[in-house]
């Protein structure tokens, strides 16, 4: 499975925005920041202001900040909002599956449990939680303590 780059970058800008919330950001500094496309970014951010993660403000002291507190931007519902779908198999599209064995298929079961233990990972996750992780500590330290009893 592999995020879309819109995923990807609506992660980074608000990774970004955690670690500069004393002041408004532009699109121009965090495309420089990650060296991503401008207008790629620009799109990104569409996203994630329709959705409230994130304000935007015009003028020459205008820029981006946050729209919560970190504490309250789970990263499951980042990840559903700024990707357009999750059809990890082409029948978990009924409208446009052509599969002929979709009907005596476990793997779309199999695949659908998968995909429901992906976002029960990342609903227990903030983007406090994620910008609190330093690059050497390890992601147990800040697995929730019923994640750690249902993983181990």
Known sequence: MNLTLHADYS???LLYLAEHRDRPVSTREISEAY???RHHLVRVVQTLHTHSFVTASAGRDGGLALARNPAEIN???VIRKSEPGFRIVECFDLA???CRI???CKLRGVLALALESFFQVL???TLADVVRM???QRLSDFLPLDAISSTG
Do not use: K, P, W
């Open 11 to 13: 992660l980074r800008v």
């Open 35 to 37: 060296g991503i496309s």
């Open 75 to 77: 990263i499951g519902q």
């Open 96 to 98: 446009s599956n052509t």
């Open 102 to 104: 979709v009907s005596v």
């Open 123 to 125: 609903d227990a996750y």
């Open 134 to 136: 330093s690059a050497g």
